[in-house]
């Protein structure tokens, strides 16, 4: 008998408990429990079977782990279709998150309960597959088509009431999931219910399924599986169940061999290793109630709403009750934003502007706080300053954290006496929801006071990825490799709005251009402008041309012109007139001949440049795995998560091929394409980035 599955009598209802932590994952062994379950009850007399999860959940579906490995018997599919054809009553009763090949468990089942706080759902499309044991085939016989196209295709988790009144579940009770399945059995039984297989309903009338199957891959930017999911639900529209089925394996089957899958499942967990780190394993955080925050413009301001939003309570310094009051209204506009959505009640909106928050213009207020992030102007002297007073006024233990984004924290930790409760937490704006945060380590940050940013960062909903100090840390330092690429290929006689074309075709949400105009050209240009005091390589190429548009004024959004003219709206894709004869200037200016760039090079060199850039990261210590620049690009950047990251990418487009390009294209330019002593060594060595992964972990 299965050790996952304990199979019980109460009664004339046998019970069959998962027992498979973290998530009851449906592995082989409790695919194989189940089914040996489900045979015991019927030869032993009982009249029907309860079906439950011990621990935090129901089945949270298939174990990911097996993907890629070759499938071992019971299949799932088959699993869910032996447990609707048993002669007795099935009941699958639910808590948590039953999800994927948990949900389908449930519908292969005749009747559903659940706990109020259960959650269902049948995410496959979020790691690049879809529902592979019949949930295309039972949902809309169910709930008819158009539920069955919003759940599956977008993967959303539905909570209890919302599935009762979809039809997926039968009841809600409070209780635990076994008692509330016990006691609806036998109400079945005592009722004379009899079994209801869903593979029995009908099915509804078919739709224009092509025109469907269109408007989601428009919508999900290249993305296959939520596409690919509409055609099973056609099947189940358009076949008999069994043929259906077939046809959703084999759609299913399709799906795991594509590298989207790959992309997608390696995402899945590499946000769940990044957080994992040697130097902190068993090392408890400090103390993490009061925050400070100094200074309370875009930046403090979304940092303080994320802290509130997590239930810390919060001191806002400004230099002036103006400036306090400025900031206190940005902060109301950010949490106006979650009250609108629901997020939050009117009652807690006010509990957090009125009590949670507090504002002042002295530091001496600051003397109890637990942590505080200084987010004031990025310029060195004033940080030392800032830091200088806040050693004063903190308490011995408090921990000084800056937002700088890239200036030197070992630097600013030298100025007070407590360089080891240093750090550097870079938000990304805007802070209350942009979800990366970068902890940087300087070379003295004690170990708990790392775990107090990774705490930290936990409570506020952020997904950390621990960063060593350089100019950029991983983040912007890969950012401005990849943007200087994009702008050498301008000079040689791209155009921005071709690149931009052609890596929103990649995946990108947006161009890089199209993402300097919503970020605003100005910060660019304040950042060349310090590169060339600091003193420019004569070696390295440089450009005037997108000087000159922030010359004239022109910083993208926020001043309706920048690559484009948004003078028709924030969505206006129209290019504005004056940057191609700015570019044909400097390229005159440096006798430059034009000539002509394919979409296809337009990526190869912005992604080379992207990947090797992130090896030279990884290389120095700066990232502790390709995976944290991974997840680095995925939450902060609009890498497309269907790749995986630009590492998983690589490995999948091949590390040899990749080195064989940069050193093609150092024959022209040896400055820039100066391959990483990493990648280097890996293609020699036949290793992948995912190697290195997976020795690190
Ligand atoms: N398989 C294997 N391990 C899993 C897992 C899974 N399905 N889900 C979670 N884990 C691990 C996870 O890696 C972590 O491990 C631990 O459990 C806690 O997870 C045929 C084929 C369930 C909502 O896509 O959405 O069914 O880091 O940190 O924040 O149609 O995990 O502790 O070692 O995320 O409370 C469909 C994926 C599969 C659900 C819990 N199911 N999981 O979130 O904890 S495909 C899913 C989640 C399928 C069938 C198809 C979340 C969660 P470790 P966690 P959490």
Not at 301 to 310: E, N, Q, R, Y
Not at 328 to 350: F, M, P, T, V
Not at 557 to 584: C, F
Request: proline share 5%; charged share 25%; net charge negative.
């Amino acid at each position: 008998m299965s050790q996952v599955i304990q199979y019980e009598r109460v009664g004339d209802i046998a019970v069959l408990a998962s027992n498979n932590p973290p998530v009851n994952a449906l592995g082989y062994d409790v695919r194989i429990g189940l089914v040996e379950g489900i045979e015991r009850a019927e030869q032993d007399g009982a009249k029907a079977v309860l079906i439950y999860g011990e621990g935090r959940t129901f089945f949270a579906g298939a174990d990911i782990r097996e993907f890629g490995k070759p499938p071992k018997e019971p299949f799932l599919p088959d699993v869910c279709s032996r447990i609707e054809a048993s002669h007795l009553i099935v009941v699958s009763s639910l808590h948590g998150t039953a999800l994927g090949g948990g949900l389908e468990i449930a519908l292969g089942s005749h009747y559903r309960i659940a706990v109020p706080s259960a959650r269902v759902g049948l995410p496959e499309v979020l790691i690049g597959v879809m529902p592979g044991a019949g949930g295309t085939q039972r949902l809309p016989r169910l709930i008819g088509i158009d539920g069955s196209l919003d759940i599956i295709t977008s993967g959303r988790q539905v909570g209890a009431k919302e599935a009762l009144d979809l039809g997926i579940l039968d009841k809600v009770a409070e209780g635990t999931p076994r008692e509330i399945g016990l006691a609806y059995a036998q109400e079945l039984l005592d009722s004379g219910a009899g079994r209801r297989p869903i593979r029995d309903m009908d099915a509804p009338a078919a739709v224009d399924f092509d025109a469907l199957y269109e408007a989601v891959l428009k919508k999900s930017r290249g993305q296959l599986a939520p596409a690919v999911a509409v055609r099973g639900i056609q099947a189940a529209c358009e076949l008999p169940f069994d043929k259906g089925m077939k046809r959703e394996r084999d759609l299913f089957m399709e799906l795991m061999a594509t590298d989207q899958r790959q992309g997608l499942i390696h995402a899945f967990f590499a946000e769940r290793t990044v957080g994992k780190l040697p130097e902190i394993d068993g090392i408890a955080p400090r103390d993490l109630n009061a925050l400070g925050v100094i200074g309370g413009g875009t930046m403090g301001a979304g940092i303080a709403t994320s802290a509130l939003l997590s239930g810390l309570n919060v001191t806002m310094l400004e230099m002036t009750p103006e400036a306090a009051a400025a900031a206190k209204g940005r902060i109301q506009k950010n949490l106006g934003g979650a009250l609108k959505r629901g997020k939050i009640s009117q009652d807690k909106y006010e509990d957090l502007t009125e009590k949670a928050l507090s504002l002042t213009t002295s530091y001496d207020d600051l003397g109890d706080v637990d942590l505080v992030i200084e987010a004031v102007f990025e310029d060195m002297d004033v940080k030392k300053t800032v830091f200088t007073q806040l050693d004063a006024v903190c308490k011995p233990g408090a921990i000084l954290a800056s937002n700088t984004s890239y200036l030197n924290v070992d630097e600013i930790a030298a100025v007070t006496k407590r360089p080891q409760d240093v750090i550097g937490l870079h938000f990304f704006s805007p802070a209350h929801v942009m979800k990366l945060l970068e902890v940087v380590v300087a070379d003295k940050t004690a170990p708990d006071v790392v775990a107090t940013g990774f705490a930290l960062g936990k409570k506020m909903g952020k997904v950390s990825v621990r960063a060593g100090v350089c100019d950029g840390f991983i983040g912007n330092r890969i950012l401005s490799t990849y943007r200087t690429c994009a702008d050498h290929m301008i000079l040689d006689g791209a155009s921005p709005y071709q690149i931009d074309v052609a890596l929103e075709k990649f995946g990108f949400a947006m161009g890089p251009y199209a993402v300097a105009d919503l970020a605003g050209l100005d910060i660019g240009w304040a950042v060349r402008k310090r590169k060339r005091a600091e003193g420019l390589d004569p070696a390295a190429r440089d450009s005037t041309y997108a000087d000159k548009i922030c010359e004239d004024g022109h910083f993208g959004q926020k001043t309706g012109m920048g690559y484009y003219d948004y003078s028709a709206g924030p969505k206006s894709r129209v290019p504005n007139p004056q940057v191609i004869p700015l570019i044909e200037g400097d390229r005159d200016a440096q006798g430059i001949s034009p000539r002509e760039f394919t979409e296809d090079e337009i990526v190869r060199r912005y992604m080379a440049s992207m990947v090797n850039e992130a090896a030279k990261v990884v290389g120095e210590g700066i990232a502790l795995r390709p995976l944290d620049v991974d997840v680095t690009l995925l939450y902060g950047y609009g890498f497309p998560r269907y790749r995986g990251g630009p590492m998983k990418w690589a490995d999948m487009v091949g590390l040899p091929e990749l080195l064989a390009d940069i050193q093609k294209w150092a024959k022209d330019d040896p400055y820039f394409w100066q391959a990483a002593p990493l990648l280097e060594q890996l293609v020699a060595e036949g290793r992948t980035f995912d190697d290195l992964n997976k020795e690190a972990s």
